[in-house]
């Protein structure tokens, strides 16, 4: 039975751009390179995590969150790691991709714009993921659909978490947000749009 997985409409309605079909069907004949990709993805979800506890941690309501967020990532990345391992694919380190570069050089330096930054990439990627989960899950075997479709919930909170800090963390108006978030939004449509030139989890339509 295909797994039925729908896109959270408060993701649909926050991404400028879907995931192209293209990669889609790409994903669909290469699992192993995916979950290979995205058990990376999850180690750098908990690092970047950590990043924020290391960086900023007189903020408390924000060194908290990141703190369960750094190990529920890694227990994402267990699951992973399990599901790998049943498929008998190997891990190995990936180096960053041209979404996750792309996003880090857009990084302003001074703070709190820089804060503002990390929170408004932060809940761009996860919601992103969400939506990927989303998507590929029906197009999967049966028990790696259903283990996709039920990280959306996590993803879709991760998200709001961002958000939420990004609003009552960085001491910037509401107007200055919605402006940045506006440019990011679209910079991050991009690197999901445009033919690129490896595939991962959060790449482009693979242009070979």
């Known amino acids: 039975m295909a797994v039925d997985a729908q896109v959270p409409a408060a993701i649909a309605e926050f991404l400028d751009a879907p995931t192209p079909d293209a990669w889609l069907d790409v994903a669909t ?5 995916m979950l290979l990709d995205h058990a990376n993805c999850e180690l750098k979800a908990a690092s970047t995590a950590l ?3 290391y960086r900023y941690p007189a903020r ?3 060194a908290q969150r990141m703190s369960r967020l750094a190990r529920e990532e890694l227990r994402h990345f267990e699951q992973v790691r399990s599901i790998m391992d ?3 694919i190997p891990f190995e ?3 960053a991709s041209r979404y996750a570069g792309g996003l880090r050089e857009a990084v302003r330096p001074e703070e709190p714009y820089r804060l503002l930054d990390l929170l408004l990439i932060g809940a ?6 969400c939506e990927r989960f989303a998507k590929i899950a029906p197009r999967l075997p049966e028990k790696l659909g259903r283990f996709y479709s039920g990280l959306l919930a996590s993803e879709a909170r991760h998200f709001g978490h961002y958000i939420a800090f990004a609003k009552s963390e960085c001491g910037v108006g509401a107007a200055e947000i919605d402006a940045r978030l506006g440019e990011l939004k679209q910079l991050e ?3 999901v749009t445009e033919p690129d030139s490896e595939f991962r989890f959060h790449s482009g339509p693979p242009s070979a």
Do not use: Q, T
């Not at 761009?124 to 993921?129: D, T, V």
């Open 60 to 62: 408390i309501a924000l």
């Open 51 to 53: 990043g924020f506890l």
């Open 93 to 95: 380190r990936l180096s």
């Open 124 to 129: 761009l990627i996860e919601a992103r993921s």
């Open 86 to 88: 049943d498929l008998e």
């Open 29 to 33: 004949g290469r699992v192993p390179e």
């Open 189 to 191: 449509a991009r690197l």
